[in-house]
């Protein structure tokens, strides 16, 4: 993770070009990332993490790894969904939140970045328990669901 979110947001830019169009909105925009927005992913909880390997029955297999990521926005009022494709890697680890049993492992997301590695896309989601998600992929999404 970067040092200071304008060191980030530096890094973004130079990467700029290098990002699907939606992957730099969603990477760039401060409503994001900042501690009062309900469209921030910071003091988010992780509701559900689906890993999918779609593939034909038939030979060739040919498998097609999907990854979605759900959590309950800040303000508990919506669900931040986010849909990884064309995956390369990924990485989960867990620690339970010595301080907030409420929080568990994946509640209350402390930080997270977009960046580029050897030309995936990678997206790296801190929480407050240390506990980690790394998914490097080719494309994501972002959308978000209003709860009635």
Not at 68 to 75: C, D, I, R, T
Not at 101 to 108: A, L, N, R, Y
Not at 127 to 138: G, L, Q, W
Request: hydrophobic share 35%; proline share 5%; with cysteine.
């Amino acid at each position: 993770m970067y040092s200071s979110f304008d060191e980030y947001l530096e890094s973004i830019e130079r990467d700029k070009d290098k990002l699907p169009a939606h992957v730099y909105e969603f990477a760039s925009d401060p409503e994001r990332h900042i501690l009062n927005s309900p469209h921030s992913l910071h003091d988010a909880w992780l509701t559900s993490l689906t890993i999918k390997e779609n593939r034909k029955k038939e030979r060739p297999f040919e498998p097609h790894p999907y990854i979605e990521v759900v959590f309950l926005g800040q303000m508990h009022d919506r669900d931040i969904v986010l849909e990884y494709i064309g995956i390369e890697r990924y990485e989960l680890s867990g620690n339970k939140n010595p301080l907030n049993s409420g929080d568990t492992f994946h509640g209350d997301v402390a930080a997270h970045e977009v960046r580029i590695e050897s030309g995936l896309i990678v997206h790296e989601i801190e929480f407050a328990s240390e506990s980690k998600i790394v998914i490097a992929c080719k494309d994501f999404t972002c959308k978000e669901r209003m709860h009635a």
